[in-house]
């Protein structure tokens, strides 16, 4: 199982499903044991249960952020599902479908998942402490995190799914605690326009030198 670990890091749908029916070639339909399961994160539950809902013609996003269920007191680094009906985004996640984490893993409650903008905004009124929001296991916590979560969730909702451990543009100078006021004006801008779910806001700020996804990381 520890030589499959790279199995994580697979980006596409294509190539999931393609790793799955090389272990197992049954319909997708059938339940597998976990040795034969694609080893993955909750990305990639994310992305597969978003892939799905379009195939049948549900308007569905990834959307990255903050599960506030895993840990009491703590926003954990996540990634879920929202698809549109009746008139609303609903949050589905799909990685504790069946489970009892939270009531409705289907509908998930106000603030049981914040979406990386969200989180940042919280942050900025004072409503969390950012050293509570971070990646459980690892010593990275902070407003850093979620800067870093806001950018991958306008990512995302262009369509374009990173990996968690992914950075670009002045991300890692974030990290490294090298990005002043001018880099958090542009996250609370980012906040902003992803909250009005303004889809041509999103796409123009994408298009930014300092946001849009480089080349090589999409391939």
């Not at 199995?7 to 272990?23: K, P, Q, S």
């Not at 040795?35 to 978003?50: D, K, M, N, Q, W």
């Not at 009124?125 to 306008?154: C, H, M, Q, S």
């Not at 041509?200 to 849009?212: I, M, N």
């Amino acid at each position: 199982m520890a030589q499959r670990f790279a199995e994580n890091h697979l980006r596409t749908v294509d190539g999931i499903i393609g790793a799955l029916l090389a272990l197992d070639p049954a319909p997708l339909t059938v339940a597998r044991d976990p040795a034969r399961r694609v080893i993955g994160t909750c990305r990639h539950f994310a992305v597969l249960s978003c892939a799905l809902l379009r195939y049948r013609e549900i308007a569905a996003r990834a959307r990255c952020g903050f599960a506030t269920y895993f840990h009491p007191g703590q926003g954990v680094d996540h990634w879920i599902t929202e698809y549109r009906h009746d008139g609303r985004w609903v949050r589905i996640d799909s990685e504790i479908l069946g489970g009892a984490l939270v009531a409705k893993p289907e509908d998930l409650a106000t603030g049981e998942f914040l979406s990386g903008g969200e989180a940042w905004t919280a942050f900025r009124e004072g409503r969390i402490d950012a050293a509570k929001f971070g990646v459980y296991g690892t010593g990275n916590w902070g407003p850093a995190e979620i800067r870093g979560n806001t950018v991958k969730d306008l990512a995302a909702l262009n369509k374009v799914e990173m990996l968690p451990w992914d950075e670009w543009g002045r991300m890692d100078a974030s990290y490294r605690g090298e990005t002043g006021p001018d880099y958090d004006a542009l996250i609370d801008t980012m906040a902003a326009v992803c909250a009005a779910d303004d889809n041509r806001g999103v796409a123009d700020l994408y298009a930014s030198e300092d946001f849009t996804v480089p080349a090589q990381l999409v391939c």
